[in-house]
């Protein structure tokens, strides 16, 4: 199958490398030539240690490796089977980028987003072929977290939903079939009670070390819900949880006033080396 990805940033990188892992011919399409080479490097990196921690032979890595090309043209995914989309999570641009997408690929192709808290369908509707789109929501870092929904509209056909769970399955992914309501499943779940837990931090007077204390042991999380957001990036929860609460309207989707003010001090979690905790 070949296999293109539109976006080469945090998540289109990581899905570029687990088609080329999965042995699919990949086209990676970015905007310029630099950023597409930024994004090799970033797929490059991550195989380097794959093979230095034991988990894939320097000769598999290549073989990864050779399988990417990289174009700045849509009209390059013309012979794809499954295009995926991981541009910047904003409406006008991923209609555009369907519109193309619809025009280039030929028409049995499927074409996935990966939008985590947009429409699918509003998505789907700047095509002439809705039926073939779908949501494939990869999780952050997609090579390493194993679900992938596979989300279904009302106009998509059965043979796009297959084609993008087998896809998935077949790349040793946990695909799950889930239809096009906002927050999909897990960030449906997720945002509102994330939101909570902060909410909580303010109400009960306790600092993040005690509450992930409490969830890890109280009830069993593997990772405490302060440690979590760190981890996800305070800038993309925040904007998650205005998308859910626009869509939804239920107040605790609201982000919660400390996180607004996390994200205005630039305190972002892990990748700006502070959040609830320092890195
Ligand atoms: N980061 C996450 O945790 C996460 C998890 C699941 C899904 N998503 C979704 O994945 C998508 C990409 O998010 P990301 O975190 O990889 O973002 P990112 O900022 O790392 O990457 C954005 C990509 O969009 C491209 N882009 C920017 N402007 C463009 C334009 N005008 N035309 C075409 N491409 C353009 C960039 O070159 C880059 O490849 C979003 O829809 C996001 O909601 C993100």
Redesign the pocket.
């Known amino acids: 199958m070949k296999v293109g990805v539109?976006?080469?940033?945090?998540?289109?990188a990581g899905i570029a490398q687990i088609s080329v892992q999965a042995g699919h011919e990949t086209v990676g399409r970015?905007?310029t030539s630099e950023?597409g080479e930024r994004?090799r490097a970033t797929i490059e990196r991550y195989l380097r240690r794959g093979v230095e921690k034991g988990r894939m032979s320097q000769d598999d890595r290549d073989a990864a490796l050779a399988r990417l090309s990289l174009t700045t043209e849509l009209a390059d995914l013309a012979d794809c089977d499954l295009v995926i989309e991981?541009?910047?999570?904003e409406l006008d641009?991923k209609r555009q980028?369907f519109t193309e997408l619809d025009r280039v690929t030929r028409p049995d192709a499927v074409l996935a987003t990966?939008?985590?808290?947009l429409s699918v369908s509003e998505i789907a509707e700047a095509t002439e072929h809705p039926e073939r789109v779908v949501g494939m929501?990869?999780?952050?870092p997609a090579p390493v977290l194993p679900l992938v929904e596979i989300v279904r509209t009302a106009k998509s056909s059965d043979a796009a939903v297959d084609t993008a769970y087998d896809w998935a399955e077949q790349a040793g992914k946990q695909p799950v079939r889930c239809n096009d309501t906002p927050g999909f499943l897990v960030n449906r779940i997720l945002i509102p009670l994330l939101n909570d837990c902060v909410r909580v931090l303010d109400e009960a007077d306790v600092p993040p070390e005690d509450l992930d204390k409490a969830m890890t042991n109280g009830a069993g999380w593997p990772l405490g819900p302060c440690a979590l957001i760190d981890l996800?990036?305070i800038d993309?929860h925040v904007h998650a949880s205005e998308a859910l609460h626009g869509k939804l309207g239920e107040a605790q989707m609201a982000p919660p006033e400390r996180l607004v003010r996390m994200q205005q001090e630039g305190r972002l979690g892990r990748k700006s080396g502070q959040g609830f905790y320092r890195y």
């Open positions: 539109v976006g080469l940033g945090t998540m289109g970015e905007v950023l994004g991981a541009v910047l999570e641009l980028v990966n939008t985590s808290a929501h990869f999780f952050n996800i990036g993309v």
